[in-house]
């Protein structure tokens, strides 16, 4: 069992940015994979960026450019680091992880909103 902690959303104005951290426990398998999805409001979830143990990226087209997601496997952290908001951003955003199955947050709220 794998539990997920999110720290880091809010409200931020149009072209700010937000730094979102989770941190993972009570694995004793290794997390091949950390993500980063969000669901805005009547929307369905959907990735927007996963990073392996090995570092390698993928991100969703909508982020690419403005988010960076980064991991501290020695720390089983994932970050992600959004700039350059938008209010279609607004969403909550919920960490991932994989090991044998997948594993969720219980999401953290981000708005972007002058």
């Known amino acids: 069992q794998v539990q997920l902690v999110e720290s880091g959303g809010g409200l931020v104005q149009p072209g700010g940015s937000l730094r979102l951290s989770c941190a993972a426990s009570?694995?004793?398998?290794?997390?091949?994979?950390m993500g980063w999805y969000r669901q805005a409001a009547g929307k369905q979830r959907e990735l927007v960026a996963r990073?392996?143990?090995?570092?390698?990226?993928n991100y969703a087209d909508s982020v690419k450019g403005r988010f960076t997601i980064s991991r501290d496997n020695a720390k089983n952290m994932v970050y992600l680091q959004m700039s350059s908001l938008k209010p279609e951003d607004t969403a909550v955003y919920y960490c991932?992880?994989?090991?044998?199955?997948?594993?969720w947050g219980q999401g953290t709220q981000v708005t972007v909103s002058a």
């Open positions: 990073i392996t143990s090995g570092g390698t990226t």
């Open positions: 991932s992880a994989t090991t044998l199955r997948d594993y």
């Open positions: 009570g694995t004793r398998f290794t997390i091949v994979a």
